[in-house]
């Protein structure tokens, strides 16, 4: 059964740093496209940054130079390391693994919240 389960989000200032970890369970990893995915209120989910098999990423331009994607095969964990954040980066924080043809996974979200 595969399963997604995010951590490391919470309450932080302006300025601050958050580190996000999504564990992947029921085998999937090492075969998908990771992503982290963000939705705030009145807005549409947006894709944040994605990492694929062969550790290319890709980022948004929102946070470009402030976000790291990154995944570790051993672990079966992707991580979205945060600096600089900004009030404007306050949202639940979703992992998203995508396996193309055959399907795709989310996880629960955790939110992150940028207030001083």
């Known amino acids: 059964q595969v399963q997604l389960v995010e951590s490391g989000g919470g309450l932080v200032q302006p300025g601050g740093s958050l580190k996000l970890s999504c564990a992947a369970s029921?085998?999937?990893?090492?075969?998908?496209?990771m992503a982290w995915y963000r939705q705030s209120p009145a807005k549409q989910r947006e894709l944040v940054a994605s990492i694929s098999t062969s550790d290319n990423t890709n980022y948004a331009d929102s946070v470009k130079g402030r976000f790291t994607i990154s995944r570790d095969n051993a672990k079966n964990t992707v991580y979205l390391q945060m600096n600089s954040l900004e009030p404007e980066d306050t949202a639940v924080y979703y992992c998203h693994a995508d396996l193309h043809v055959l399907g795709d996974y989310w996880g629960e979200g955790t939110l992150v919240n940028v207030s001083s």
């Open positions: 029921g085998g999937i990893f090492p075969f998908a496209t």
